[in-house]
């Protein structure tokens, strides 16, 4: 864990804090976002901007602590050993 990783890890917890406090402003500042609501449903660009900054804050949590790299590894190690049989064929090991 470095300076550099915390000061990383604190900046992305702050935007993810004021993307969930200031939603409205955002919403204003930027307009709806016509293909969510489309999809979603009316009114929710505002939950999608909540959702995002809820998971921001989770992701710096991790990476000022040093745990994102430990997190990363647990969650898509299933998946590294499903795509390196495609690797192996297209190298010819």
């Not at 929710?44 to 991790?62: N, P, R």
Request: contains cysteine.
């Amino acid at each position: 864990m470095t300076f550099a990783s915390i000061l990383v890890g604190l900046a992305m917890t702050a935007a993810g804090v004021g993307m969930v406090k200031y939603t409205f402003q955002m919403t204003n500042f930027t307009g709806c976002q016509d293909w969510i609501e489309k999809y979603a449903g009316s009114g929710s660009t505002y939950s999608v901007y909540k959702l995002f900054g809820v998971a921001l804050v989770i992701v710096g949590i991790l990476v000022a602590t040093g745990f994102g790299n430990d997190v990363m590894n647990f969650f898509f190690a299933p998946f590294l050993n499903t795509l390196r049989p495609l690797v192996q064929q297209k190298t010819g090991n």
